[in-house]
């Protein structure tokens, strides 16, 4: 191990304790200090593969040259403006964006987080449904840590404890989870009748102004809505349109790419009313917004939302070229592609003696689209244990779901296809033999 006398992993994780926030929780207790595509630096000299993207950022790996370039060139050139004055950036972004989000969705606000992108959507909904006080979301979400982003969330009870009131007319649904290996060809229609239950019983649908859903559950454990034999969000769009409620669309995570579409909600074949995205739009830098079509978010007056940093023009310039690069490489066909034949080799190779749970019979518990994949192990221990061992082979991977049992897969949408399944091969064999 090389150490850097400079920046001593004890001293600097000693001050770290000290200045910072016992709040932050960090994975790995390494000090990261470098980044360059699919591979983060400590500050103690190791390479380590990054399959974790900064949880889901970093679309295009660490540092991606042109993106850095982008937002240099725009460092030099104009870093604040806020709502003083328009500048092009956003200009140009928003309307890049139009382009590429579903149907007929193309007008956006800029703020620079998935938090503030959600609480703006609900927002805006409340706007749109005037005097309809009630939010749908589902079990298992993660939404944000904002006290709104925190009250549509249900994914871990610690980011809820002690915090109520939280806020009012959020009511929580179950999640359609067809990976428990119980009837899972059932699990859209049971839950698609639990909501008209609700309906019948204590929530009359005209006091419910919007439904909040992930397409592809993120944090929650990487569960995909069902898609056969019942498209379940496309059920969840009769639904609404039925009963005047907006779609919510919560892409943070599965947006921009991270499951070879633009926005996940294209595997299903639907247009929600309204998209959430940050994440991996700027590639790093903080950018989030929310997506509509003009003529519903016209509804929203100028000043009836804001924000001083979002959409700020060094976040643009990165997202633009993020968009570019993704375009241009055509790296939404080598996701879409390369997702596909890593869900079947982990399903071919994951062993039913190993740490990896099956579906009751042959088939491994492997789910997702594109880079979204996750793996379902036993039990949080061994979910610990292999992210642990990966650790000591310098390979960064996280867990997620309510039980944290799940092994993630969100490796940088352009990281080289050899690369990718040297190391999946790492993972199997240390989850087999775990
Ligand atoms: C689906 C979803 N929504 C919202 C958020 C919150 O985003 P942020 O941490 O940028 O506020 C996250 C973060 O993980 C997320 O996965």
Redesign the pocket.
């Known amino acids: 191990m090389i150490t850097n006398s400079t920046t001593n992993l004890k001293e600097l994780l000693a001050k770290d304790e000290q200045f910072l926030s016992n709040a932050l929780y960090r994975v790995f207790h390494i000090v990261a200090e470098r980044g360059e595509g699919p591979y983060l630096y400590s500050t103690d000299g190791i390479k380590y593969l990054d399959l974790t993207c900064g949880?889901?950022v970093t679309q295009l790996g660490h540092c991606h040259p042109e993106v850095i370039r982008a937002a240099k060139d725009q460092l030099d050139k104009l870093v604040h403006i806020s709502c003083v004055t328009h500048h092009t950036l956003n200009i140009t972004l928003a309307e890049k964006l139009s382009r590429i989000l579903p149907g007929k969705i193309n007008n956006t606000f800029f703020c620079?987080?998935?938090?503030?992108?959600?609480d703006g959507a609900i927002k805006f909904s409340r706007r749109i449904n005037k005097g309809r006080p009630n939010i749908i979301s589902f079990r298992g979400?993660?939404?944000?840590?904002?006290l709104c982003?925190t009250s549509l969330s249900s994914s871990k009870e610690l980011h809820r404890k002690y915090y109520d009131p939280l806020l009012s007319g959020i009511n929580i649904v179950d999640y359609p989870n067809c990976y428990t290996g119980k009837e899972p060809e059932k699990e859209a229609s049971r839950v698609l009748e639990s909501i008209e239950k609700l309906f019948k019983s204590s929530l009359p649908p005209d006091s419910v102004s919007a439904m909040i859903i992930?397409p592809v559950?993120?944090?929650g454990g990487y569960i995909p809505s069902p898609l056969k034999p019942v498209n379940f969000l496309r059920e969840l769009r009769k639904i609404c349109d039925k009963n005047g409620i907006m779609l919510i669309c919560?892409?943070?995570?599965?947006g921009i790419g991270r499951t070879g579409k633009w926005f996940a909600v294209e595997h299903y074949d639907i247009e929600p009313d309204i998209i959430?995205m940050?994440?991996g739009l700027g590639n790093g830098l903080?950018i989030?917004g929310f997506s509509a079509q003009k003529e519903k978010m016209s509804e929203m007056l100028p000043g009836s939302h804001g924000s001083t940093f979002g959409g700020n023009p060094v976040s643009c310039a990165a997202a633009i070229k993020t968009l570019e690069v993704i375009e241009r490489d055509k790296i939404l066909d080598y996701v879409s592609k390369t997702g596909s034949e890593l869900i079947k080799h982990l399903e071919g190779e994951l062993s039913t003696k190993g740490g990896s749970a099956f579906d009751g019979k042959s088939k491994a518990n492997v789910r997702g689209f594109g880079f979204m994949i996750g793996i379902e192990l036993f039990s949080k221990d061994i979910a610990e244990k292999v992210i642990q061992e990966c650790f000591k082979e310098k390979i960064l991977i996280l867990s997620a779901g309510v039980e944290q049992n799940i092994i993630r897969f969100i490796p940088p949408l352009n990281i080289e296809r050899d690369l990718l399944f040297n190391a999946t091969d790492k993972i199997i064999g240390i989850i087999n033999k775990t």
Do not use: L, Y
């Not at 620079?112 to 959600?118: H, K, L, R, Y």
């Not at 979400?141 to 904002?146: E, K, Q, V």
């Not at 919560?250 to 599965?254: H, P």
């Open positions: 949880i889901g620079n987080s998935g938090a503030e992108a959600v979400a993660f939404h944000g840590r904002t982003g992930e559950i993120g944090e919560d892409e943070v995570q599965s959430t940050a994440k903080p989030g």
